[in-house]
């Protein structure tokens, strides 16, 4: 039972476009949702977050949607660098209370290339 | 300021061992969680650990256990280790129990022979 789906396992981007990354949630309990980007042989490093009581939020290049309604949301990145070529991971938190806060389901991860 | 830092890097032990790997968390953090990376089950939660009790555990066998220190370190045993152990054990540290977001080391590398 994948809770937490990227259904694109890579994309391909040149250099200075827009990178748009997918994720699609199951569990209706899930209420705040995070990206990572990972590195071979490092580990996941956050990117930017969101709660569910928000549809959108900026981190300079990256910004990050999500439509709860249709248990989605995506990571954009204007404009694509070379060095954001790596794993792309979306997590979710579920708000199911008490200690539960401190699960991250991840979902797959898909693989962005930026070409020069 | 320092990582998350998780000894050793890399580690090799054949079936039916037991393994220790350890995590230190960021300085001041307090919650320390435990994920294991597989190219089949990607990154799944383990367990979570906070003031030294275990809050949160994920679904895997009882062969899988942690504790935590009063400094806030956290050491991860696997017993009788199995061929399908072999993983990448990554380890994240966060302020609080259930603080999000979690900061995670560069993990513990497993393979089983």
């Known amino acids: 039972d994948q809770q937490v789906k990227q259904n694109s396992p890579s994309l391909s981007v040149q250099e200075g476009r827009i990178s748009i990354l997918n994720c699609d949630y199951t569990?209706?309990?899930?209420?705040?949702f995070l990206w990572y980007k990972k590195y071979p042989a490092e580990g996941p490093t956050f990117l930017i977050s969101?709660?569910?009581?928000?549809d959108k939020n900026e981190d300079g290049r990256f910004t990050v949607f999500l439509n709860k309604s249709a248990k989605h949301l995506s990571l954009h990145i204007v404009p694509s660098q070379p060095g954001d070529s790596a794993v792309y991971f979306c997590?979710?938190?579920?708000?199911?209370?008490?200690?539960?806060?401190?699960?991250?389901?991840f979902g797959q991860g898909t693989i962005l290339t930026v070409h020069p | 300021k320092a990582g998350v830092t998780q000894t050793p890097r890399y580690l090799i032990k054949t079936r039916g061992q037991q393994v220790t790997l350890s995590c230190s968390p960021i300085s001041g953090h307090r919650s320390v969680s435990w994920y294991q990376q597989t190219p089949g089950q990607g990154l799944q939660f383990l367990f979570e650990?906070?003031?030294?009790?275990?809050?949160n555990k994920g679904n895997f066998p009882g062969r899988f256990s942690g504790r935590q220190f009063s400094n806030s370190r956290s050491e991860m045993n696997v017993s009788t280790l199995e061929l399908g152990d072999s993983a990448l054990y990554l380890c994240?540290?966060?302020?609080?129990?259930?603080?999000?977001?979690?900061?995670f080391g560069d993990g513990t590398r497993l393979s089983i022979l």
């Open positions: 994240a540290s966060s302020f609080m129990q259930g603080g999000q977001p979690q900061h």
């Open positions: 997590a979710a938190r579920t708000n199911a209370g008490g200690t539960s806060y401190g699960k991250l389901t």
């Open positions: 650990y906070f003031s030294e009790t275990q809050r």
């Open positions: 969101i709660s569910s009581i928000k």
């Open positions: 569990n209706s309990m899930f209420d705040y």
